[in-house]
């Protein structure tokens, strides 16, 4: 049975942070994950780990200047000093929070710049790994689906999964985010297949709604037993947007026949 960790970046958004990781325990999750928590000290958020018996798992990148159309740098040709910049607070943050691994934005990506974004995403990527690799964190690389993200860098699994091979480092691994795949490309089940080897974490909403996954075009129950028998020992992370409160909406557990926390859990 997958384990599930609570995405705090849309789950109880009426609630500061700290008190989301409350109410993410109180729910019976067993792990987290945020966007950019930045704005909360880490000590607090780790203090709030261990009160409340949850572990911290990743982060994002800074997305740069939201107003001016930025969403993530690691792509953006001219602002390689910027991205690495964010990477230095990422790792940092991660260090003192307890979190294990970091989504590398790769920002929106101007017609005129796309040849050269590749090259500067790749570069970018050896750099930060490496230093993720000093203390012992990882990369995680997620492709955004063109309808929400027109202008983002890369859309589709595989063009993921070929900037892992083309950096070489072990410490980079694919966010298989089963909501921008069935937006973008579809063929779920086969892709998870394929990529097993470099998934590093997994996270799900309803498709197209982006709400709880119990609606929509994706058959959880079938992703769910698929991650089953293909031993998928990692996290799923519950990443949409409530259709009204978060708590009222957690029974969409119950309805695919799994637990938010499952008694016997993997040590990873």
């Known amino acids: 049975m997958p384990r599930f960790t609570a995405n705090l970046g849309f789950l109880w958004p009426e609630r500061p942070l700290l008190a989301r990781i409350e109410a993410a325990a109180e729910a019976g999750f067993g792990a987290i994950e945020m966007h950019w928590p930045y704005a909360v000290a880490a000590a607090d ?39 690495q910049g964010a990477i230095d607070q990422s790792v940092a ?60 860098f890369y859309s589709t699994v595989a063009a993921a999964a070929d900037l892992i091979a083309d950096s070489g480092c072990p410490n980079i691994k694919l966010q298989f985010d089963v909501y921008h795949v069935g937006m973008s490309e579809g063929d779920i089940l086969t892709k998870l297949e394929r990529h097993l080897p470099i998934i590093g974490h997994l996270q799900i909403a309803a498709v197209p709604t982006r709400a709880e996954p119990d609606e929509g075009d994706v058959a959880y129950a079938a992703v769910f037993e698929r991650l089953d028998r293909l031993g998928y020992r990692g996290w799923v992370g519950c990443e949409y947007r409530p259709r009204a409160g978060t708590d009222d909406g957690l029974c969409w557990a119950q309805k695919l026949g799994v637990t938010l926390s499952p008694r016997s859990q993997p040590t990873q």
């Open 93 to 152: 943050y991660c260090v003192a929070s307890g979190a294990t691994a970091i989504h590398a934005m790769a920002g929106n990506i101007r017609a005129e710049h796309r040849i050269d974004a590749r090259r500067v995403f790749v570069q970018n990527l050896r750099l930060a790994a490496d230093k993720a690799a000093r203390r012992d964190l990882t990369l995680l690389l997620e492709p955004l689906n063109p309808r929400d993200h027109p202008q983002y």
């Open 45 to 83: 958020v780790r203090r709030a780990c261990e009160r409340y018996g949850v572990r911290l798992l990743g982060i994002n990148t800074v997305p740069g200047r939201l107003q001016d159309g930025d969403f993530g740098l690691g792509a953006v040709p001219g602002r390689e000093e910027e991205f």
